[in-house]
């Protein structure tokens, strides 16, 4: 297990964390080859590992979650399309442009309160397509949602959406770079979560706890065009053995105890709300709240958390605060005792 350190207790993100010795071992040991030409033997059984839990026929290891997001969509659509998303999904709002850059779509967002929209809220926004409409080819689904507060998709509506979608004519792509925390929330398999869309991924350095690395994975057909488009998008890793055994070791250590970080989330909570924050109640490893009822502004709620030994982000006018492996009991205490003497100063 990545264990928590001694110092600041960082909830900045759950991708901040450190490799313990346990992972740091697997990658030393690890067996490498050249993973451009297939014959990197850790990154192919880390490969079939995800493959075989998310219950497709392939899937393809490549450099960062945010990548996944752009291969994913340009695998999925051609130039001019247009792909339905929720108004605050991650790969519209924070990720450079990357796909209508490299892919030349549009994005149809769908104004949602916690990150997931309705059939009918897609077939508003869908469109075949004319010499003066984008067709709607793709939707991209975001498990958990990020910025919605870390929430989780209920499982009735994701397979209605995806369900809608294909009667539609659209593929579905699901980014699920916290995939495992819906897991872990809802006891839901993986492979239920795959088998409704034609691709998704998930992130190897959030609930892993490895230093990077994300895997996408679905059809025979889908992994090759997308496999294609990670070295045209430059992709290529050589020996990612070293990555891939990270993985491989949190997908032993780290993913099975994810329930942790949930329960740490809601403890982090409730200190926060008895301290007169405006809370989000966490459904995963995210708490989302507002500081100003208690006479804080959110910005310097973060600055002087910073200062206090804590650190947290501010994201759409709230502060998001992460638990991960990396954070142990006796951090989440030593935050809300911080938060207190804050507010109470503020006061």
Same mark, same amino acid.
């Given at each position: 297990?990545?264990?928590?350190?001694?110092?600041?207790?960082?909830?900045?993100?759950?991708?901040?964390?450190?490799?313990?010795?346990?992972?740091?071992?697997?990658?030393?040991?690890?067996?490498?080859?050249?993973?451009?030409?297939?014959?990197?033997?850790?990154?192919?059984?880390?490969?079939?590992?995800?493959?075989?839990?998310?219950?497709?026929?392939?899937?393809?290891?490549?450099?960062?979650?945010?990548?996944?997001?752009?291969?994913?969509? =340009?695998?999925?659509?051609?130039?001019?399309?247009?792909?339905?998303?929720?108004?605050?999904?991650?790969?519209?709002?924070?990720?450079?442009?990357?796909p209508a850059v490299l892919s030349g779509v549009v994005f149809e967002p769908i104004a949602t309160t916690l990150g997931h929209f309705t059939p009918e809220q897609f077939l508003a926004v869908a469109n075949v397509g004319s010499v003066y409409q984008s067709?709607?080819?793709?939707?991209?689904?975001?498990?958990?949602?990020?910025?919605?507060?870390?929430?989780?998709?209920?499982?009735?509506?994701?397979?209605?959406?995806?369900?809608?979608?294909?009667?539609?004519?659209?593929?579905?792509?699901?980014?699920?770079?916290?995939?495992?925390?819906?897991?872990?929330?809802?006891?839901?398999?993986?492979a239920e979560w795959a088998a409704p869309v034609d691709a998704l991924w998930v992130d190897c350095s959030k609930a892993v706890g490895a230093p990077g690395g994300?895997?996408?994975?679905?059809?025979?057909?889908?992994?090759?065009?997308?496999?294609?488009?990670?070295?045209?998008?430059?992709?290529?890793?050589?020996?990612?053995?070293?990555?891939?055994?990270?993985?491989?070791?949190?997908?032993?250590?780290?993913?099975?105890?994810?329930?942790?970080?949930?329960?740490?989330?809601?403890?982090?909570?409730?200190?926060? =709300?008895?301290?007169?924050?405006?809370?989000?109640?966490?459904?995963?490893?995210?708490?989302?709240?507002?500081?100003?009822? =208690?006479?804080?502004?959110?910005?310097?709620?973060?600055?002087?958390?910073?200062?206090?030994?804590?650190?947290?982000?501010?994201?759409?006018?709230?502060?998001?605060?992460?638990?991960?492996?990396?954070?142990?009991?006796?951090?989440?205490?030593?935050?809300?005792?911080?938060?207190?003497?804050?507010?109470?100063?503020?006061?």
């Open positions: 297990m990545t264990g928590a350190t001694p110092g600041p207790v960082d909830l900045f993100s759950d991708t901040h964390t450190i490799p313990d010795a346990g992972m740091r071992r697997a990658m030393a040991e690890a067996e490498v080859g050249d993973e451009q030409l297939g014959e990197d033997p850790t990154t192919a059984a880390l490969e079939r590992r995800v493959s075989e839990m998310l219950g497709t026929e392939a899937a393809v290891l490549l450099p960062t979650g945010s990548m996944c997001n752009k291969v994913g969509v =340009a695998s999925l659509t051609r130039p001019g399309d247009a792909v339905v998303v929720d108004s605050m999904a991650h790969v519209l709002r924070f990720e450079g442009g990357g067709r709607t080819s793709l939707v991209c689904l975001e498990q958990t949602h990020n910025f919605a507060g870390g929430t989780v998709w209920p499982l009735a509506r994701y397979r209605a959406v995806c369900d809608t979608a294909r009667e539609f004519g659209a593929a579905v792509f699901t980014d699920g770079a916290r995939l495992f925390n819906a897991v872990a929330a809802s006891g839901i398999p993986a994300a895997v996408l994975a679905g059809s025979a057909e889908v992994v090759e065009r997308a496999t294609r488009f990670k070295y045209l998008f430059g992709g290529a890793m050589r020996q990612s053995g070293v990555l891939a055994a990270a993985a491989l070791y949190g997908l032993d250590h780290n993913v099975p105890r994810l329930a942790e970080d949930h329960r740490r989330a809601a403890d982090l909570a409730a200190g926060l =709300a008895s301290a007169g924050c405006d809370v989000q109640v966490p459904e995963t490893n995210m708490v989302f709240f507002d500081p100003s009822p =208690a006479g804080c502004a959110a910005d310097r709620f973060v600055a002087e958390m910073g200062r206090r030994g804590v650190r947290t982000s501010t994201a759409a006018g709230r502060v998001r605060a992460v638990t991960h492996v990396g954070v142990d009991d006796e951090g989440i205490a030593a935050a809300v005792a911080a938060a207190e003497d804050l507010l109470r100063s503020e006061s």
